[in-house]
Structures are given as C-alpha cells and as structure tokens.
C-alpha cells in the first residue's frame, strides 16, 4: 500500500493556508454533509450526521491518524479553511464534535444555516436549499475559489492506494466521489489551477506531527504542546478497517484491458478495434502483437484502392509478362501454415477504408477457421484456409463518414472491441506550463462533443496531444511551453472538432463555448481556457 508523501501534504497545507475564507465553519460543515449524502433533492435525517459524519470529517480535519494513541481531551482536529492560526477552530475532540455541535448548528435555527437548509422540526430532517451553492460563495468566498488539488490532497492525508502512481486527476477525482461534489459546486467554489505537476507518494502513512509543529493552539501549555506535537506511537493496520481509506487506482474510462484484448483474441481468433482518432488503436495493436509474437507479426494498411490482388492474390504485369503473383495475406497464411508450432499476427490498419468484402473474397468462409475454400492461383486451384495459428487483429476509425459500414458477413466473424479515450493517461504522460490539468480539458471537451453531436463516435482521443517532438528525456514526458501548446490546440484539435461539427458554428460554440473556439492567443487564450474548465456550462 502507498500513500501521500510528507512533502506533497505540506504542500497543500502551504496552500490551503493562503486560501481566505469568511466563514470558515460554514463550508467546513457544508462538504461533512455533503459526504453524508445530504443533498438539494429529498429530505434526509440528521441523524445521519453522527452515524456517517466521523470518517469523512476525520479524513477532512484530524490531526492525528486512526493509529496513533492520542490521549489528549481537546484539539484534535482543524478546520482546513482556518489553518493559518487556531482563533475560531473548535477545542472539543473530533468525536465530540460531529455527533453535538454539528448537528446543532444546522438544526438550531442560526441565522447563516436557514439560509443553506431546510430543516423541519418534526421529523428532524434537513436538505439544501436550491440556491445554497451561490449563498454559499457570497457568505464565504466572494469572488476567491479554494484550489481544488489543495484540498483534494489533505482529504486524502490518510488514504491507502494500491499504486505508488498516483495523479492528480485520481486525488481530484476521490474527492469529488467522497463528497458527492456537483459540477455546480465544483465551478463556483473551487479553482482548478495547478500548484505541482506531480503527486510524491510513500510507502508509510505522512508524519501527523509534521503539521501540528506547524499550528500552535493558544490554549496549551508548553508541556501539553510538547506532548501534543511529537509523533505518537502508530499501527498503521487499523486505516485498514474503514474503506472510506482505502483506493484503488483503476483508469476512469470503460476500456477494455490489454490482457482482456489479449484473450479474446487468442478465444476468437480475430478482433476489431474501434475508435475515435487518437485513442492509441496502432500502439494497442502492436502492443498485443508483441506479447504474442514479435518475429511473425505483419502489418499492412487498407485504403479505397486496396484489392482482392493486393490482399488474396491476381494477375500482374512485369514488362511484357502477364503474371499471376500471390497477394500478402496469401504468402503470410502459406508461411503460418509451414511453422504450426508458433504464434502468427496478422495486423490491418483502416481496416474500413476499403471494400472489405472485395478484398477477401470467398475467403471470407475460413474466417471461421473450420471451412476451406477452393481459389484460383493462376492456371490452378488450391485450397485455402487460415490455420489456428494465425490472429488478425485489425484497427478502425468509428469517426470515418467518408465509407461504409464494414459488411455484416465480415463483422459477425469478429470480436468488436470499442475503445474510449482514457483522458487520466495524460497526467502521467505531460507536462504544460500553463499548469491546467489537461485530463480535465479533454474530459470536458469529449462530453460537449457527446451531448452536442449525440454520438460516441466523434470524441478526441488522448493520443492526439502526444507528439515525439516535444518529448522531454530527462523528464521521460512530453512537455509543453505555453505557446507550443497554444498551437497544438489551436490547430489540432479546434480543426478537428470543426470536421465533427460540419463547420456549424452554433454548434462549435456549443463544445468549446463562444471564445475559446476563435483560436485565441497568449495570456486571452490561457485565461479562457481556465474559465472553460472550471464554468460548469
């Protein structure tokens, strides 16, 4: 198991004391109840505070892990919207505290909470008022937004994650699931700016006393300060009992795993693989293709003009010679059938951009590797079938409107395997200057172009912002300056989503909002392409 690093929660620490906050226990409490599951649409009980409160708000505010033996009687815990110094931060413990003062403070009729709840006294139940999210950011924030990272990060603090890997996107994203955020309330109150590019993580749990030594609550002694602030003894197994600490690190899309890939192509014998442009199909291919073969693996392109001669075999013209000359799915199947003892992978890219059906013929039948069929070579007729030895894995591109549909007699004797863009591979693989998170760019893009277009065919893949130019070695990523990546944008993907939309500017507008589609430069395009990312529209 792994965990956040002392340096990457000191940092977040650093920056969530920077954010200033008006009332800071209003959005303390408001994000406890959130992860409660109170929420804008039905009455729930405030019970449901104490019998669900404490882990979220440990995760949220202790100083001190589950492990370690803390026998003090007060301060124990911190708001994280008022950690610069103790002043208003409650002295009760933890415990104490969710299950009495919280609850009171919502249900006791205090001016500020009627206007975020709805609370009847009757059956003690509470809900958010519609218009909470704006009140509060006018009680709280105004015109400031907490960093999203930031707090992300410290309400991770004692998260167990199965990988030492640990993005950004997975540590935003926890915590958008652990307290049930809408994208309205990830708009209005949080900035999606970037302070670090990378998460360090651990093999132990942080050192809880690295950030006590940095508060001093007024009310110790020097004795009980010192007792307080040193490290207490830890048995890091007891994080085991709850899962709200617990992670694993799965990617956030529906893609089908290699190693899946790999067995239905050894199960079925041939596979179709899917995809918008720019979702790595050529690297999967040849990815699979390697781990089941690396000496005997062609690779071949279909295009408009690609024929039953190039593929089966047919006549040619050498000089003044008519001659009949084997196509290379031919040469490859005889070359299979002679060495039965090894793996053979036979790869088409645009498997759709030629006439399938043409191309093979009547050897469509031995697609099913139980049928022979009879073709002409020359003057002659062989049999013709495809040995068990031999799997096809082809590539396709579903945005493609300039061909057909790959015939059904052709596709039945495939496995059709759809694959999504992955937008969290992007943390891990870039680096921009700008400091946004370009998985979240992508993410946002990609669902405009769905409810925009109504399709799962015409997204953008992740692969589209990698370029061999920009790899960086000593960083071992690709990295970005401000304006390289200005140009990529403006004349990659703005002209893509432009082909998806037939140049219809309602609709362009509509995916990337009315200025950032204009192809914007320098400090006017970085600021529009925050504000796309965090304007929740």
């Known amino acids: 198991m792994f965990f956040l690093s002392n340096e990457t929660i000191k940092n977040s620490f650093n920056q969530l004391v920077k954010t200033k906050v008006s009332d800071p226990s209003l959005i303390h409490i408001y994000l406890i109840l959130k992860s409660c599951g109170f929420n804008r649409l039905e009455m729930k009980s405030v019970n449901d505070i104490s019998l669900k409160g404490f882990y979220p708000a440990f995760a949220f505010s202790s100083l001190f892990s589950l492990s370690e033996v803390v026998d003090i009687k007060s301060h124990d815990f911190i708001n994280p919207f008022s950690m610069d110094?103790?002043?208003?931060?409650?002295?009760?413990?933890?415990?104490?505290?969710?299950?009495?003062?919280?609850?009171?403070?919502?249900?006791?009729?205090?001016?500020?909470?009627?206007?975020?709840?709805?609370?009847?006294?009757?059956?003690?139940?509470?809900?958010?008022?519609?218009?909470?999210?704006?009140?509060?950011?006018?009680?709280?924030?105004?015109?400031r937004k907490i960093n999203l990272l930031a707090i992300s990060i410290w309400a991770a603090r004692f998260t167990q994650f199965d990988k030492r890997d640990i993005t950004l996107t997975d540590l935003i994203d926890l915590f958008i699931e652990k307290y049930k955020l809408e994208e309205e309330e990830i708009s209005k109150l949080f900035s999606q700016k970037l302070y670090q590019r990378k998460i360090y993580s651990s093999s132990e749990l942080y050192d809880t006393s690295l950030i006590r030594k940095l508060i001093r609550p007024s009310k110790l002694s020097n004795q009980e300060y010192n007792i307080w602030s040193n490290?207490?003894?830890?048995?890091?197994?007891?994080?085991?009992?709850?899962?709200?600490?617990?992670?694993?690190l799965n990617s956030n899309n529906e893609n089908v795993s290699f190693e899946e890939i790999e067995k239905l192509l050894n199960n079925y014998f041939q596979i179709?693989?899917?995809?918008?442009?720019?979702?790595s199909k050529s690297y999967a291919a040849q990815y699979i293709a390697n781990k089941l073969s690396k000496e005997n693996t062609e690779v071949i392109q279909f295009h408009p003009s690609y024929s039953y001669k190039d593929f089966i075999g047919g006549y040619v013209v050498e000089g003044q010679n008519v001659l009949w000359k084997k196509g290379i799915f031919t040469e490859f199947i005889e070359q299979a059938s002679s060495n039965k003892e090894q793996n053979y992978i036979?790869?088409?890219?645009?498997?759709?951009?030629?006439?399938?059906?043409?191309?093979?013929?009547?050897?469509?039948?031995?697609?099913d590797r139980n049928f022979s069929v009879e073709i002409?070579?020359?003057?002659?007729?062989?049999?013709?079938?495809?040995?068990?030895?031999?799997?096809?894995?082809?590539?396709?591109?579903?945005?493609?409107?300039?061909?057909?549909?790959?015939?059904?007699?052709?596709?039945?004797?495939?496995?059709?395997?759809?694959?999504?863009?992955?937008e969290k591979l992007l943390d891990n693989l870039l680096i921009l200057e700008n400091n946004i998170i370009l998985s979240k760019l992508l993410k946002k893009i990609n669902n405009n172009l769905r409810n925009t277009l109504n399709s799962e065919s015409l997204l953008i893949g992740h692969a589209i912002f990698i370029n061999e130019s920009f790899y960086d070695n000593q960083e071992k990523k690709y990295k970005y300056n401000k304006k390289d990546f200005e140009e990529l944008f403006?004349?990659?993907?703005?002209?893509?989503?432009?082909?998806?939309?037939?140049?219809?500017?309602?609709?362009?507008?509509?995916i990337l909002g009315d200025?950032?589609?204009?192809?914007?430069?320098?400090?006017?395009?970085?600021?529009?392409?925050?504000?796309?990312?965090?304007n929740d529209n």
């Not at 207490?232 to 994080?239: A, F, R, V």
């Open 85 to 143: 110094e103790w002043g208003q931060n409650p002295t009760e413990k933890l415990g104490k505290w969710v299950k009495s003062r919280v609850k009171n403070n919502v249900t006791g009729g205090a001016t500020t909470w009627r206007k975020i709840v709805n609370y009847d006294p009757l059956s003690l139940k509470i809900k958010f008022k519609y218009e909470c999210i704006d009140v509060l950011r006018q009680l709280c924030l105004s015109e």
């Open 231 to 248: 490290q207490l003894n830890k048995n890091d197994k007891i994080l085991d009992k709850h899962q709200f600490f617990r992670m694993e």
């Open 272 to 279: 179709i693989l899917s995809v918008p442009p720019g979702t």
């Open 346 to 367: 036979f790869i088409i890219e645009e498997f759709n951009r030629a006439n399938v059906s043409q191309v093979f013929g009547e050897t469509i039948q031995c697609l």
């Open 376 to 422: 002409n070579q020359g003057n002659q007729k062989i049999t013709f079938s495809i040995p068990s030895n031999v799997r096809i894995i082809c590539t396709m591109n579903t945005c493609d409107r300039s061909i057909g549909i790959v015939d059904f007699a052709i596709k039945r004797r495939f496995v059709n395997i759809e694959m999504k863009p992955d």
């Open 490 to 510: 403006n004349f990659k993907v703005i002209p893509l989503i432009e082909d998806y939309a037939k140049g219809n500017s309602s609709q362009i507008n509509s």
């Open 515 to 534: 200025n950032l589609s204009q192809k914007l430069k320098g400090t006017i395009f970085e600021n529009e392409l925050e504000n796309f990312i965090n």
